[in-house]
């Protein structure tokens, strides 16, 4: 009888060593999602107060353009205000038409301030690919731990639900909420 029992309780301990090892796995897993998530917020931030900075920049030396700027700050009021994949885009493409102004204007292609502040977004741009690339592996990373056995068998009793890859993280609305003061 005693056998039994210490088979009994071996077995216990090592499932209960196991529950916690894939809790801990799933936890550090879950975290690295939501620093992926964070540093995204962060590169989006960056981006919104940058597109101020460059209209202010534009707006000295293509004061007949209104109507490109407006679209800009528009787009940037969108995706602060209401934060998704589309008004990311719309912003993108606002900024892009911004950006060609360089090629009508001489005189601003050549201020410092102008080719700066393109080269701060240029390189932003790239730091929010790699942060979404980032978020996207360790939400895949996440999803398989949770969907492997064992953890199959416990990850939803300890409370783990698959991430979503194509919308934007709960970090990502409301936070990008600073609309810088432009006006002309």
């Known amino acids: 009888m005693s056998l039994i029992l210490i088979i009994v309780l071996v077995v216990l301990v090592v499932l209960a060593i196991m ?5 801990n796995r799933l936890v550090a897993l879950r975290q690295s999602c939501r620093q992926g998530a964070a540093d995204i917020d962060a590169r989006l931030r960056q981006r919104h107060d940058l597109v101020a900075n460059l209209v202010s920049t534009v707006k000295g030396y293509a004061t007949h353009e209104r109507e490109t700027l407006d679209a800009v700050i528009a787009a940037r009021n969108t995706a602060v205000a209401n934060p998704s994949p ?4 719309a912003l993108r493409g606002s900024l892009d038409r911004l950006l060609a102004l360089g090629e009508a204007y001489p005189d601003l292609k050549a201020s410092a301030n102008f080719q700066s502040l393109q080269g701060e977004l240029a390189d932003l741009e790239d730091k929010l690919a790699a942060a979404r ?18 953890a199959v068998l416990f990850a939803g009793m300890l409370g783990f ?21 432009v006006q002309f």
């Open 161 to 181: 639900r698959a991430e979503d890859f194509s919308r934007l993280s709960e970090s990502e609305k409301g936070v990008v909420d600073q609309v810088p003061n």
């Open 133 to 150: 690339r980032a978020l996207n592996g360790a939400v895949s990373r996440f999803n398989a731990a949770i969907e492997s056995f064992p």
């Open 86 to 89: 589309q008004s990311e885009a």
């Open 19 to 23: 529950v916690i090892a894939i809790y």
